[in-house]
């Protein structure tokens, strides 16, 4: 299938470029003045790029052999230095390319219609296409520095992204209750802040990172995820070497997934447009970080390396994911606003994910197929409840949760994705995210021996709360809401759009039970305790349905996420400033010094030489015959000494 | 080479000159031009001495209506005469001779001005340039005996007398009260002479006494003249800063200046091969206050563009690849290698202090009607400024030529 | 034909510039530096490396020769590609400017062949072969930079002028004196031949550069001095001309390094204190010149850490020379567009959502900021290079090592937070403004590099060739 290599470099750049350069016409054509109505039909060129990109996934997935195989392609880069561009196709990457490549295809499909109207469509899909080319990159990857370009990229889209409606003048754009103040700090955020915050976080977790790669390059020496003898390296390096190495690395992705305390960008990254939402807490940005840890330990391979850094760095792995997924969820039970609720619910996610895979470190493989599959169900339902959100919030003009039977009766589509989605993922029996979910349950209680039923614990009390928040999202914007219906027209696209993504599920539903390799899955689906589990989920699930509402003091603390903003708008902001503040007195100590101080001082000095000029001879004769004297003395004293 | 017989030659043409001058100033100075030219087929150190001269001349005719109108351009030309000379004797008679000889036409030069004589700084010139010529000749009388009878006490006394006349005849700090005072008062164009043609003399003169008697007690000697140029430079640079007249900025920077070419005394003990780079350095400064002197003090006068003054300020700041820049360079040089890297930073960071003030001349000096004369003077001497383009490891051949 | 020549056509057009009128000069300087920008590129790729001879000096100056290696080739390309793009800009602006100050069109002569004379005396600089040519070059950069600064500069410019004509020539001279100590012990000033750097001398030269990179203490000049320009000068003078120091201290590392591995760590902490807290320092500027000025002192603190860290951390300190070259020519260019177009604005509490009113502009600045904090851009590798030259000598040193990490994080924190203060946010009451393409294009030109060099043919070729140039094994 595969003959000349020329056949795959057309095909990568196909596949990485086609989103970028369709996205120029609508870039380029928006920057003209002034704007002509034509241009507003170009984004359906950048749409058709990644429909191209998608079919280049397909290709990959089906034309590189057997799904389990890793095909890996190589391009020069930097021969001298034994790095080059190497993009492997294996099991986890085939997989979430195509993913990928069709999500970033459905929402851009949404996307022409949401969008439609916007002020700044250049923007936007350059951005957006950009951030799709990007997270194929980094999926594609093999060599850290190259993933390493797609990585920021990411960052720097999202960031383009966020704060897409610059302006700060729409309400509908922020965060949070415009004009709520909590002890002083602004507890609403706007989108130019909502960017902001998030490359500020992001920018600390990526230089540690980047630390990592060229660490691990000079110790290593190379920088393909696949090649490097992890288990050697860790004998090199030590435990604290690889255990340093290991954290720099991850706090990459750490802050890019949003673990805690990193949570607080993605929350206020809400202020993006809908769409961006979707792709950034679906299959892109947050879902990189996970994907880059799970490719990581697919090479490292940490079940068969017995060193205390490798084994400390999962061990926290674990429970700062498990942590982050118990206060994701908590703080989604008490959220009211649509967005934000779906984003504290992907930080939940995105914690199960992570501490599923770093149980791989002692139940090995299967762990990690758990963790990525659980990806996937993940992705396609997130990315349903967003564009059901999006649809939302333009019918109703209302960024909260609110909504009713009448909403439902006119949006019948998006109610029906909605009941899909929530289902799918909470974990209902025999629902999609059921069989993953039960595997998970596994997982975490075959940790019982290192560290008791902790793990499981959590993640049942997480999947507990999950499942209710997300009945509360379905009954709060279709059932109990209080909203009155001022009908809008349009919407097919949008609505054609969800319904694919949500009817993805049950696809994967029929993947999971025909598929023999989910084997595994379902015999766990079947045992007693994943039932129990699945029984408590449902529990919870109705009681969401039945009272979605619920007022207390506590929720309203979840609902402020706990009070951890004020660790991105105060503490941190008021260190820094404290420190700037200070150099600033120490510039204007040195400039005082430099420019006033010592200037002064050497006038004061030439007044003082000029001060000898009287104009009277006898003066300066005085003082010349002083000096002679003077001269003459120390000669004479020389003269003696000598 | 020049022979007394040339002297002899230029002595008569001058006298005439000066006897014609009472008749027609012109005929003087085509004299005077005439003598310049009869020495111009030697050394190109000599030919630059000359050209300092000639640049005199020619703004002398700035002031063509001054009491001794046509006898000056004679004087200049029998300091020129004298100052070329001195390259070639090292006979001491002779050598006291030439520094007497340069100092007493510039009693008169002071003086003169349009209209009027011009005496009070007349009188403290003279006041201080005897004393000066006293005390130089008798510390060198005092210096050679100190040699002979190997008395270190009489030979630092007479060495520190010589330093002392030196600094009172070209005025170095902590010996320059008369600067200042005459510099702002005198005509510009006397002084451009005096601050110019009049100022290398004294210093070959020292040199080649402080050769003659050297002794093992010579170096540590030189250290006296490492402190008073680095005093001399502080006191000029800084006490420039805040002048307001160019004249009197001027009188300090030449201050500043003296100290520069004092500071490469301070490398005469060094071995032959090294010991030109000091004396290129300090004649090569020499020729830069002397050109740049001329060349402001004719943009005082009558005006210039600004484009020269630029160019002459950076010179003196010692910008490369200005003339001002390689004199430091050789100094610096000499400073190294003779261990004074104490003076040569101090050296540099003079350099930097006097940018202000440089930069402040420019703008003090700029005019909107400029006349032709200054003008052309200025012009020409901002131009020679930049004949180290070609790096000046010329001069220094030169140097040794002259000083074999 | 050879590289001399290309390299004497920018100083040729220099003087004649002054007599074409404005437009005719603007492209006549542009051209002038294109070529040897593209000619070097070339050498570049094609590895080239050579010596030749200007003229043969006695000792202690040593031959003058022309040095031909990829890091010259790199610095060359870098300035002439810079002051092309620059030149081009500055015929809108400086006509602004001008109109602003009152004076007339022919201003403009005085200007092209300070200018000219400005950038071409850094392009000779960075191929002289002796420390000498190198030196003389300096300084008349520095006097070059001075008249442009003194004439046509904002503020108090004259005051402004001076200061910055002391300070860098304070740090001339202070090299000069280690480079004649150095011309004593070797007889020769010429780079081929010199085989001792003693310490005094290392010393005087490292403090010299100190001042002009600057380093933390010193740095005090460089805010006013770049601020106050005229902005096509601050375009040259930030990007360009400090950097320069590193190349300065880059040459003698290569000749004798001993003085650097010998006080690493003070050396070091120095460099990143001070990269610190410049950085720190941007927060508080409050005039987008000013700010722009305090993110280059802390971009060379990255230079002096560059050069503390082995013969990684050289090949870090030649690409974040280009890379900061680049991204900081852009940005101040994106000022300087927006002092233009909006009549001398250039205070940040007037600046809200400028993205609105200028979005070519905005974009650029997207560009330059991304090129200081090193996203998918050149500086990218320099972060690269440095943090490979950091593991090499301090292994796992987590003081260090979290050190320079923050200096990273700082960089890429005031980017993107002047981003959000200038450019976006609810837009202040302005009007759409018309402007000059020349104010928008050639920093798009810029950002083309600097993206095109994290990729092949570009990357490798750079990369490799200064490998070469270093000695060719990494250890």
């Known amino acids: 299938m595969i003959d000349f290599p020329l056949n795959e470099a057309t095909l990568i750049a196909t596949l990485l470029l086609a989103p970028i350069i369709s996205s120029l ?69 085939k997989i979430m390319g195509v993913l990928t490549a069709f999500i970033a295809f459905l929402i851009g499909v949404y996307g022409l219609e949401y969008m439609k109207h916007d002020y700044r469509l250049g923007w936007y899909w350059f951005f957006f296409n950009l951030f799709t080319a990007s997270m194929l990159l980094v999926v594609y990857s093999d060599n850290l520095l190259m993933l390493l370009i797609g990585w920021e990229g990411l960052g720097l889209a999202s960031w383009g992204l966020i704060g897409h409606w610059f302006r700060d003048d729409d309400d509908m754009s922020f965060v949070g209750n415009v004009g709520r103040k909590i002890a002083g700090i602004n507890y609403f955020w706007s989108p130019s802040l909502g960017a902001w915050r998030a490359i500020s976080t992001i920018r600390i977790g990526d230089m540690p990172m980047f630390f990592a790669i060229a660490a691990i390059f000079f110790f290593a020496g190379t920088l393909n995820i696949s090649e490097i003898h992890w288990h050697e390296l860790a004998e090199k390096l030590g435990a604290f070497g690889i255990f340093l190495i290991l954290f720099a690395f991850l706090l990459g992705p750490f802050t890019k997934s949003a673990q805690l305390p990193f949570s607080e960008w993605l929350m206020t990254a809400m202020t993006g447009p809908t769409t961006v939402s979707a792709l950034l807490h679906s299959a892109t940005m947050v879902a990189a970080g996970t994907y880059i840890f799970m490719r990581l330990s697919w090479y490292v391979e940490p079940w068969n390396i017995h060193n205390a850094g490798v084994e400390s760095i999962y061990v926290l792995v674990l429970f700062l994911g498990l942590v982050s997924a118990f206060y994701g969820a908590s703080v989604a039970l008490g959220c009211l606003e649509r967005k934000v609720l779906l984003a504290a619910s992907t930080m939940s996610s995105l914690g199960l994910m992570f501490a599923t895979a770093s149980a791989s470190k002692w139940v090995g493989e299967f762990a990690l197929m758990v963790a990525f599959w659980y990806l996937v ?92 928040f997300l009945a509360k999202f379905l009954s709060l914007n279709f059932l109990k809401g209080d909203y009155k219906l001022k009908a809008h027209g349009g919407g097919r696209l949008m609505s054609f759009a969800y319904i694919v993504m949500g009817s993805m599920l049950i696809l994967l539903l029929a993947i999971y039970l025909i598929d023999h390799e989910f084997h595994e899955f379902v015999e766990e689906g079947f045992l007693t305790s994943s039932l129990t589990v699945g029984l408590v989920v449902l529990t919870t699930y109705l009681i969401g349905l039945a009272k979605p509402r619920l ?92 | 080479m020049i022979t007394e017989l040339d002297i002899l030659k230029a002595l008569v043409i001058l006298t005439f000159a000066g006897i014609l001058s009472y008749k027609n100033s012109i005929l003087s100075l085509a004299l005077s031009t005439l003598v310049v030219f009869l020495f111009l087929e030697s050394n190109g150190l000599i030919l630059m001495v000359l050209s300092v001269a000639i640049l005199n001349l020619i703004s002398m005719l700035a002031i063509r209506k001054n009491q001794i109108a046509g006898l000056d351009y004679a004087l200049i030309v029998f300091m020129a005469i004298a100052t070329a000379y001195v390259f070639f004797t090292s006979d001491i008679a002779e050598l006291l001779v030439l520094f007497v000889v340069v100092s007493v036409p510039t009693y008169l030069i002071v003086m003169l001005d349009e209209g009027k004589l011009n005496v009070d700084p007349g ?140 500071a490469a005394f ?92 440089y930069l402040r001349l420019v703008r003090l000096t700029e005019v909107s009607s400029k006349s032709l004369i200054t003008n052309t003077v200025a012009t020409v001497t901002a131009f020679v400024m930049l004949i180290t383009l070609i790096p000046p490891v010329w001069f220094v051949e030169l140097v040794k030529e002259v000083l074999k | 034909m050879n590289f001399l020549h290309i390299l004497l056509f920018p100083l040729l057009i ?132 001075f008249m442009l600064i003194y004439l046509y500069g904002y503020g108090n410019r004259q005051w402004v002028g001076i200061l910055y004509f002391v300070w860098t020539h304070i740090a001339g001279v202070l090299a000069l ?59 040259l003078l930030s990007p360009l001309t400090v950097g320069l120091a590193g190349y300065v201290l880059l040459r003698i590392y290569l000749i004798d390094s001993s003085f650097i591995v010998q006080f690493r760590e003070i050396i070091i902490f120095y460099a990143i204190i001070s990269s610190i807290y410049a950085g720190l ?175 092949p043919p570009l990357a490798p070729a750079l990369l490799d060739g200064i490998k070469l140039a270093l000695g060719g094994v990494m250890p």
């Open chain 3, 177 to 235: 004196t280690g480079f004649l100590i150095v011309a004593f012990a070797n007889q020769t000033l010429a780079l081929n031949e010199l085989k001792v750097i003693g310490f005094i001398p290392w010393l005087l030269i490292f403090l010299g550069m100190v001042v002009k990179l600057p380093g933390l203490g010193p740095h005090i000049w460089l805010p006013w001095a770049h601020a106050e320009a005229p902005t096509p000068v601050s375009a």
């Open chain 2, 123 to 262: 009188i403290k010139y003279i006041a201080f340039m005897v004393i000066a010529t006293v005390v130089f000749i008798i510390g060198s009388a005092v210096l050679y005996l100190g040699y002979s009878w190997q008395n270190s006490t009489i030979y630092l006394l007479g060495f520190v007398a010589l330093l002392i006349g030196l600094a009172l005849e070209v005025g170095v700090a902590p010996f320059h009260e008369w600067v200042p005072d005459v510099f702002s008062n005198a005509n510009p164009i006397s002084i451009s002479i005096i601050a110019s043609l009049a100022k290398f003399v004294p210093f070959i003169v020292a040199y080649k006494i402080l050769l003659m008697t050297a002794t093992e007690l010579t170096s540590l000697a030189l250290l006296i003249f490492a402190v008073i140029s680095a005093i001399s430079m502080f006191i000029g640079n800084i006490g420039a800063l805040t002048a307001k007249d160019p004249a009197r900025i001027l009188a300090y920077s030449t201050i500043a200046n003296m100290g520069y070419v004092l």
């Open chain 1, 25 to 93: 016409p609508v870039a380029f054509a928006w920057l003209m003045e002034p704007k002509r109505e034509w241009t507003r039909n170009l984004p359906i060129i950048a749409v058709f790029g990644l429909f191209i990109s998608l079919i280049c996934s397909l290709y990959i997935l089906f034309n590189f052999g057997k799904l389990e195989e890793a095909v890996k392609i190589p391009f020069d880069w930097l021969p001298g230095y034994n790095i080059s561009f190497v993009f492997i196709f294996d099991y986890l990457s």
């Open chain 1, 377 to 468: 169900t993940h992705a396609f339902a997130k990315a349903t409840l967003f564009l059901v959100a999006g649809h939302l919030i333009h019918e109703t003009h209302d960024r909260f949760c609110v909504g009713g039977k009448d909403l439902a009766k006119h949006l019948r589509l998006a109610f029906l994705a909605t009941i899909i989605a929530t289902l799918c993922l909470s974990g209902i029996p025999p629902l999609t995210a059921y069989w993953v979910k039960s595997a998970m349950d596994e997982v975490e209680h075959s940790l019982e021996h290192e560290f008791g039923l902790i793990p499981l614990m959590l993640l049942v009390l997480t999947s507990a709360i999950y499942s209710a």
């Open chain 3, 281 to 455: 320092s941007v927060f508080k500027q409050r005039d987008y010149k000013r700010l722009l000025a305090y993110s280059t002192v802390s971009q060379m603190g990255y230079v002096l850490i560059a050069i503390c860290l082995g013969s990684y951390g050289l090949i870090g300190l030649v690409i974040q020379y280009m890379s900061h070259a680049f991204g900081k020519a852009i940005l101040f260019m994106t000022a300087g567009a927006i002092i233009a177009t909006f009549h001398g604005l250039r205070n940040l509490d007037k600046m809200k959502g400028m993205h609105e009113f200028v979005p070519t502009i905005s974009n650029a600045a997207l560009l330059g900021f991304m090129t200081l904090s090193g996203i998918i851009t050149i500086g990218m590798f320099a972060e690269f290079f440095i943090l490979l030259g950091l593991t090499q000598i301090y292994g796992f040193n987590l003081q260090i090592i979290s050190l320079v990490v923050l200096v990273f994080i700082i960089s890429g924190l005031y980017s993107f937070y002047t981003m959000k203060e200038i450019y976006y946010g609810t837009p202040m009451a302005y009007e759409k403004p018309k402007f000059s393409r020349l104010l928008d294009l050639p920093l798009y030109a810029i950002a083309l590099f600097s993206v095109a060099f994290i990729f």
């Open chain 1, 551 to 642: 007022e207390s003091p506590i929720g309203k603390a979840l609902g402020d996420r706990l009070y951890l903003a004020f660790l991105n708008d105060y503490l941190v902001p008021k260190l820094g400033w404290a420190l700037a503040k200070l150099v600033d007195y120490g510039n204007r100590a040195i400039d005082f010094f430099c420019h006033r101080a010592i200037p002064d001082s050497f006038n004061f000095a030439s007044k003082s030489i000029r001060k000898v000029q009287s104009g009277s001879v006898e003066r300066y004769l005085k003082i010349s015959v002083a000096v002679i004297l003077l001269l003459l003395v120390v000669a004479v004293a020389l003269g003696v000494i000598v």
């Open chain 3, 14 to 145: 220099t003087f004649i510039l002054p007599i074409f009128r404005a437009r005719i000069a603007t492209a006549l300087s542009t051209i002038s530096f294109l070529i040897p920008a593209f000619v070097s590129l070339y050498l570049l790729l094609t590895a080239h490396r050579g010596e030749e001879l200007l003229m043969n000096l006695p000792a202690p100056i040593g031959d003058f020769y022309l040095l031909y290696d990829p890091i010259s080739h790199a610095f060359g390309f870098t300035i002439s590609l810079v002051s092309a793009m620059v030149a081009l800009y500055s015929l809108p602006y400086m006509k602004h400017r001008f109109e602003e100050m009152g004076a007339k069109e022919g201003e403009f002569r005085k200007y092209w062949f300070l200018y000219n004379l400005y950038a071409v005396s850094m392009l000779w600089l960075v191929y002289s072969g002796n420390l000498l040519l190198l030196y003389i070059f300096l300084e008349i950069s520095l006097l070059a930079s």
């Open chain 2, 266 to 357: 301070s490398a005469i003990m060094a071995p032959r091969e090294l010991v030109y780079y000091a004396i290129a350095g300090g004649l090569l400064q020499l020729f830069v206050n002397a050109f740049g002197k001329i060349g402001f003090f004719n943009a005082i006068k009558g005006g210039s563009s600004s484009l020269s003054n630029y160019l002459l300020s950076f010179s003196f700041i010692g910008l490369p690849p200005l003339m001002g820049f390689w004199s430091k360079f050789f100094i610096i040089y000499a400073l190294v290698f003779s261990n004074y890297l104490w003076l040569a930073i101090l050296l540099v960071l003079n350099s930097a202090i006097s940018i202000p003030y």
